[in-house]
Nanobody, 119 residues
Framework: QVQLVESGGGLVQAGGSLRLSCAASGRTISTYTMGWFRQAPQKEREFVGAITWADYRTYYADSVKGRFTISRDNAKNTVYLQMNSLKFEDTAVYYC????????????WGQGTQVTVSF
């Protein structure tokens, strides 16, 4: 099993930046695709972005492209989400998730960290 713990959330003014971390334990995530998702109040959970394990390729939702950057440090078993130029509509609980090699969906999820962007 993989345990994922997000941190780094908080309150930030619009236009500001935050960096979220997702620390994994239980197993190395070096061969896992890692994803970030978010869920705003009264909304469905949505995909934010992901990073593959093999070539560190990244994918982003259109809503965050150019503002958010995902990176990973396999030596630290940690994935990061750098969020710049934050907007009010980025307010949500952010979750990281891991996808076991060969799996079609994300298998393990963190508990989430709240990001609140104020005007």
């Amino acid at each position: 099993q993989v345990q994922l713990v997000e941190s780094g959330g908080g309150l930030v003014q619009a236009g500001g930046s935050l960096r979220l971390s997702c620390a994994a334990s239980g197993r190395t995530i070096s061969t896992y695709t890692m994803g970030w998702f978010r869920q705003a109040p009264q909304k469905e959970r949505e995909f934010v972005g992901a990073i593959t394990w093999a070539d560190y390729r990244t994918y982003y939702a259109d809503s965050v492209k150019g503002r958010f950057t995902i990176s990973r440090d396999n030596a630290k078993n940690t994935v990061y989400l750098q969020m710049n130029s934050l907007k009010f509509e980025d307010t949500a609980v952010y979750y990281c998730a891991s996808k076991t090699p060969g799996s079609v969906s994300y298998d393990y999820w963190g508990q989430g960290t709240q990001v609140t962007v104020s005007f």
